[in-house]
């Protein structure tokens, strides 16, 4: 009954479904995977934050440049406050505000500057508000964190900021803005200067449960549906051609050379049709007067 599956047809279907099982399964574990590292990614970020909040804070340079592993770890550094700037449109517990960043022009690296979050103050960002920068050499303590890109968090540049706002709190943004060297990272303080509140440190880029993480999550159902359609499908052409073949086995239908739908066993031949007298060649009636002849 099954000695069709040795035809070529049927070895075609075969060889797909034995390609297209194993890759289906594949590609659903490798995006569970990817699934599986990012929460575990989060697990450690967890976890690291608050080992951060308790360590001892050490030299800047020695946590340069910022990675995974050195972002949110609490970093010291001593100079000189210079310009100050606001970054607008940041939200904390829920409010929107702005952060006062103000420019540390450190001892080492030959005055290098690094952006200092001194703190949030809520409504539209106001130079006014922004408590002003102590004066003479001070030691700031804080969180480190990477580098900003555009648009991930604040305002967006694209249109242009007033003077003293900046978009995004970045090396690359403060390049023309400063005349001397940033470093590419920035401190959060451990405590806002007064009238201010603290920016807590956010964690690393790419260590979270994001709409990514989520989307390998989905991309594992869709593979592994995948397969089980293949499989799906593999028993449902078996089956129907074992029914086709029992049928023709036991006279039910017959194969047809062209491919089409076979015909079934119980249609009028064209012989049986040829015997079956024509209306038309019938013999009419006789007519009454005929019949008294």
Not at 251 to 274: F, I, Y
Request: include cysteine.
């Amino acid at each position: 009954m099954y000695r069709f599956l040795l035809t070529p047809r049927w070895w075609g279907i075969n060889v797909f479904v034995v390609l297209a099982i194993p890759f289906c399964i594949f590609m659903g574990s490798w995006q569970l995977g990817r699934f599986e590292d990012r929460v575990q990614g989060h697990k450690d970020a967890s976890a690291q934050s608050t080992a951060n909040e308790k360590a001892a804070p050490r030299p800047l340079g020695s946590l340069l440049p910022v990675d995974q592993k050195t972002s949110g770890k609490r970093a010291t550094a001593t100079g000189h406050y210079g310009k100050q700037l606001l970054v607008p449109d940041r939200e904390l517990d829920g409010r929107t505000g702005f952060y006062v960043v103000t420019l540390l022009r450190t001892e080492g690296d030959a005055g290098k500057a690094l952006p200092v979050v001194r703190g949030w103050v809520p409504g539209a960002p106001s130079a006014a508000k922004a408590p002003a920068a102590p004066r003479g050499e001070v030691t700031v303590t804080g969180a480190l964190q990477a580098s900003e890109s555009p648009g991930s968090g604040g305002a967006s540049a694209a249109g242009g900021l007033p003077a003293g706002q900046l978009g995004a709190i970045s090396a690359a943004s403060l390049v023309n803005l400063v005349p001397y060297d940033v470093y590419d990272a920035w401190v959060t303080l451990d405590k806002a200067d007064s009238g201010m509140t603290a920016v807590p440190a956010t964690a690393p880029q790419g260590s979270g449960l994001d709409l990514k993480a989520f989307q390998n999550l989905g991309y594992t159902g869709e593979w592994f549906v995948f397969a089980g359609f293949v499989v799906f499908m593999w028993f449902r052409l078996l089956r129907r051609e074992a029914e086709f073949e029992r049928d023709a086995a036991l006279g039910l239908t017959e194969p047809d050379a062209t491919g089409t739908a076979p015909a079934s066993a119980d249609a009028p031949d064209a012989h049986d049709s040829a015997d079956v007298p024509d209306a038309a060649d019938s013999p009419e009636p006789a007519s009454p007067e005929t019949a008294r002849g």
